[in-house]
């Protein structure tokens, strides 16, 4: 089965447990948790690293504890539910079920779009610094906001797709909403701030 990045789920996420908690991965043994969790989440994708994974049925030491089979289908929703409604700008989440050492586990990943600067949850946004979470302040908003934005980003830029580097971009596209600057490297890709 492939599984949050693609790779085979089963083996990658028992991986990732064996390694421990990190700046992408946290673990929360219940679904009673799943408010932190999310904060979590919002935190992961905040950072430079711009993603991350929750897991619910897993101890913070890393021993499987397993969620119960009756609470999956309504934790799922609820976590739906809980990612629609309080998270703006919308995120988007992997989330599946998946067996660990016998016990079930729910996951949740997520990645944030290089177009957004930020995500906040239940209005507030959080940023993930090693294994630890906190809140940003409204500085700190506006500077991920300046530093993520293509349009006031002074450089160095890297397209997305062939890897190349320019200092700085000064091509603009003209239309109807008047002058704007324009993103597209030659090979058909997006410079995207390097930094």
Partial sequence: MKGLSGMTQQSSLKELVQRGESQTLEFKK???LQREGLETLCAMVNSDLAGGTVVFGVEENGTVCGIEEG???TAQRSLSQAIRNKFDPP???QMEVEELNGEKVLAISAKRSR???YHEYDGRAWIRQGSDKRRLSLAEKQ???GRR???S???PWRCDRCGSWVGALHSFEIS??????????????????AT
Avoid: A
Wanted: overall charge negative.
């Fill in 91 to 93: 995120l988007i989440v």
């Fill in 143 to 145: 500077q991920l906001t």
């Fill in 71 to 73: 609470n999956l289908d």
């Fill in 115 to 117: 177009d957004v600067p």
């Fill in 153 to 155: 980003h002074p450089g």
């Fill in 30 to 32: 219940s679904l009673s």
């Fill in 149 to 151: 934005n293509r349009d």
């Fill in 176 to 193: 109807n909403e008047g002058m704007k600057k324009t993103y597209k490297c030659g090979c058909g890709g997006e410079f995207w701030p």
